[in-house]
């Protein structure tokens, strides 16, 4: 038992106890250290005290590739930059031995990587890899200014103190990916609680496991209120069947872009949404559920209906319009006999057509005043004070306004050529007044002309007379009659009143 103590506190006991005490406190600082500058000291530290080196450094592999130094004692900057690069190994090259050099100049080393360790003062060397998850991630040097034989032991020595500053490397990248791991899931978490879109998690059997803000305001529900409920409580039933097939190919990996459809908000109304569905896999990379990312898009299915209308009615009325323009051609060039006073005659009654479009153009097509197409069809005329125009305010629709301003464009023309305002002393009394006729209220529009030419009935109807009694009368769904009277022509118009606006009684 003597024998065994005193043999503990020889020299060799003593060496291993000193080793011992090098490799604790290399454990305790490396377990300690929070920056890589604190690992390295430390890792330095213990290969000087346990190799008993001249110099010593440690080397780390770039995201590119290039081994490059991260700390050094002992030598000169030339020296690093002239050997950044230099290693025996590849990064990722799996578990290989430490390289020793008892002499350079006895070296397979190049010449000019021999002339550079010379010139910085250094005879031996070893390459010890620093590995991470069994491949070298970098290494640390020990160099000595005079030759030197490496032991086994001293290889020993350094693949312990490789290994242990391998391991701290390890824990230390684990830490990073950790808390980026974190930041990113945060990151993620707060972008998917604070997303405008509903974001919502459900499992392979249609549960909801998850809901953001935006789902909230999108469906009314709180997350008590649906998380755990079927994903069936969003969709109408008469969309049910949609979710087995939406299931049926997430479970295949598949998904769904864009995939328009309606929901249901908590209070009953229905929605339309865009709706994008992603597989969701679990720790084991089974699919596990799905992701869906909902966004309300009745304002746009809205404007498309509103837009698609606005094409129909557009639609409606050039059509109108083009059979009103053939139908004047047709009636134009029927009654009369010189093309040149039939080229005329259509121009004037396109322009009258022209001005009422105008009109309604500015409106937005919602309608015209009456005291405005009235203005417009006679302001080819220069009828001034002559016409006299007295009636209360009233709308009227883009069917009503079109067709009027072509029957006064006629009755204007008619009492032009041959009517009252064909001398100076004629004058005309344009007057209405909206009566209710027991079916609805009525706009009831007389022309009275006076002081002009005798007037004596025409041997046959003329186009104006047509186009006021028969076509005026139905597209007005009214009457319409003209009287021709010795002391001037009488007009009657009637048509009812879709949404009477009478505010005031307007004059000329």
């Known amino acids: ?27 305790d600082r490396l377990f300690r250290a929070t920056i890589a500058s604190e690992v390295y000291e430390a890792a330095l530290d213990a290969i000087f005290e346990t190799l008993k080196c001249d110099r010593a450094s440690i080397l780390l592999f770039d995201e590119a590739g290039v081994m490059r130094f991260v700390a050094s004692r002992g030598l000169s900057e ?25 002499d350079i100049d006895s070296s397979n080393e190049s010449l000019e990587v021999k002339a550079i360790i010379r010139g ?56 990073v990916l950790r808390s980026r791991a974190e930041q990113t899931n945060q990151l993620l978490g707060s972008i998917v609680e604070n997303s405008n879109d509903a974001i919502i998690s459900k499992g392979l059997d249609g549960v909801i496991r998850t809901w953001n803000k935006g789902a ?3 469906f009314g529900y709180a997350p008590d ?10 969709i109408p039933p008469e969309l049910h069947h949609e979710e087995p097939g939406i299931i049926a190919r997430i479970s295949r990996g598949e998904r769904l872009e864009h995939f328009e459809t ?26 596990a559920g799905a992701s869906k990312i909902a966004r309300d898009i009745t304002d746009r299915k809205r404007a498309d209906e509103q837009r698609q209308l606005l094409v129909n009615e557009l639609n409606h009325r050039v059509k109108n319009t083009l059979a009103t323009v053939q139908s004047l051609a047709m009636q134009t060039l029927r009654s009369t006999e010189r093309s040149a006073d039939a080229r005329a005659l259509l121009d004037a009654r396109l322009t009258a057509l022209a001005r009422a479009h105008d009109l309604l153009t500015a409106e937005n097509w919602e309608g015209a005043r009456l005291r405005e197409v009235i203005i417009r069809a006679l302001m080819a005329f220069n009828s001034g004070a002559r016409v006299a125009v007295s009636g209360p305010s009233v709308r009227l629709t883009p069917k009503q306004a079109l067709s009027l301003s072509i029957a006064l464009h006629e009755l204007a023309t008619n009492a032009a050529k041959y009517g009252a305002l064909s001398t100076d002393a004629g004058k005309v009394d344009l007057t209405w007044e909206v009566r209710d006729d027991g079916g609805g209220e009525m706009l009831h529009l007389v022309w009275i002309e006076s002081g002009g030419p005798v007037v004596s009935p025409p041997e046959r109807a003329g186009f104006g007379s047509r186009l006021i009694e028969r076509s005026l009368a139905h597209d007005l769904a009214g009457e319409a009659h003209i009287a021709y009277r010795p002391e001037g022509v009488i007009a009657t118009i009637s048509t009812p009143v879709e949404a009477p606006h009478v505010y005031q009684w307007e004059e000329q």
């Open 1 to 27: 038992m003597g024998e065994v103590a005193r043999q503990e506190s020889g020299p060799e006991g003593a060496h291993r106890g000193a080793l011992h005490n090098v490799f604790f406190r290399l454990t």
């Open 78 to 102: 030339g020296y690093r930059k002239a050997v950044t690069g230099h290693t025996p190994w590849s990064p990722g090259e799996p578990q290989p031995a430490p390289v020793a050099v008892a």
């Open 120 to 175: 910085e003062g250094i005879r031996a060397l070893a390459f010890v890899p620093l590995l991470m998850h069994g491949g070298v991630v970098g290494k640390f040097m020990v160099y000595q200014d005079a030759p030197r034989v490496f032991s086994q032991e001293d290889l020993d020595l350094a693949r312990t103190i490789a290994h242990q500053v391998g391991f701290c490397l390890e824990r230390d990248a684990a830490r």
């Open 216 to 218: 909230e305001r999108l």
């Open 225 to 234: 209120e649906i998380i755990g409920r079927s994903v069936l409580t969003l």
């Open 262 to 287: 309606v929901r249901v908000r908590k209070t009953g109304e229905r929605i339309h949404i865009s709706l994008t569905v992603s597989p969701v896999k679990d720790a084991q990379g089974a699919i």
